[in-house]
């Protein structure tokens, strides 16, 4: 079988499976199976398949129709300027959350050597492309999860940014160390009864422990709030991503906490998704 035949088998059943990107999604399904790139599958639709490859494939495809993320089959995700690695132990990274790259860079852009704290570093995707881009930052990640830890290290071992890291294994209410110039958070903050209600890609293999924000969706937003309140020195940058709905409830939070707030900051869909403040 070509690969021209085998995509458009791919994608019948993804479509049937109510798969909202069929060709596309068996494109990279493809790639990943064959060992190149995208570009060479759209070049090459004439070129035979092995049997092993193609058998490979249609595993791909059937996770892929009980709605596994594309990015936790393939175990990468195009973030910013650079390739995380995932994996289902990580949030996949999410073009909304670039909103916190791009208002460090605004609002810090005049300064150096500055030390920068992100609280659930997750894959890394923040903190790293943010010392990717500024190669005088320092970073500190923390996280309750070791695989996460983990997974950051290998990421920051691919873009070259280890030596500027630390990485330590710790609640944020635990943690105590060091004062930081600027802090940077994504925690979860989706109410626990709508957690249910997520797309299934969603619901169904990310770690819960990355989205459920408690019964009013702000336990962990409070602790990051507090904790960072902290940590942070004076006249610090704290920026922060929220829920489409929260922006009066983390407000007052933060005000509560010392905290000035400079904008509020709205996604591609309008919703308000990033708050930048600073500590008074």
Known sequence: MNIHNAIADGAKILNSNFIVSP??????????????????????????????????????????????????????????????????DTLIPRPESELIIENVLKYCRKKSKLHILEVGVGSGCLLLSILKERKDFYGTGIDISKKCLNITKTNAINLKVKSRLKL?????????????????????????????????????????????????????????????????????????????????????????????????KKDLAKNDRCIVCTKI
């Open 23 to 88: 060709y596309l999604d068996a494109e990279i399904l493809l790639a990943k199976v064959i060992r190149k790139d995208r570009k060479y599958i759209i070049l090459n639709f004439n070129k035979s398949i092995t049997y092993k490859d193609l058998k490979t494939f249609h595993k791909l495809i059937k996770l892929r129709s009980l709605r596994k993320p594309i990015a936790q089959i393939i175990n990468k995700k195009n973030f910013w300027n650079s390739e995380f690695f995932v994996t289902e």
């Open 168 to 264: 330590y294994k710790s609640d944020v209410d635990k943690f105590n160390l060091g004062k930081y110039d600027l802090v940077i958070s994504n925690p979860p903050y989706i109410k626990k009864h709508s957690l249910k209600y997520l797309e299934k890609d969603v619901s169904g293999f990310e770690p819960k422990l990355a989205l459920n924000g408690g019964l009013d969706g702000l336990s962990e937003i409070r602790k990051v709030i507090k904790q960072s309140s902290e940590l942070i020195k004076k006249k610090g940058i704290f920026i922060l991503e929220i829920g489409f709905d929260q922006k009066n409830n983390v407000t007052n939070l933060l005000k509560k906490e010392g905290f000035y707030i400079n904008s509020i």
